[in-house]
């Protein structure tokens, strides 16, 4: 048990180390990848929405003549 806890331990220490490490994003990067991201899902959204209209047009075309 006391094996088990000291692993965990070290696992946290590692943890809080490597995280020091990294390079976090500042404050204008962040907004600005934010922003991007909304954007090409709500562009992604419209065009899979166009084209979903259209295949339901052709499909409708098709089987009701």
């Given at each position: 048990?006391?094996?088990?806890?000291a692993k965990a331990k070290q696992v946290v220490a590692d943890t809080?180390?490597?995280?020091k490490k990294s390079s976090w994003p500042s404050k204008n990067e962040l907004t600005e990848s934010?922003?991007?991201v909304i954007v090409s899902v709500v562009?992604?959204?419209l065009f899979v929405?166009?084209?979903?209209?259209v295949n339901l047009k052709l499909l409708n075309l098709?089987?009701?003549g």
């Open positions: 048990m006391g094996n088990l806890v809080i180390n490597e995280l934010t922003l991007l562009a992604l959204g929405a166009v084209v979903d209209q098709f089987t009701h």
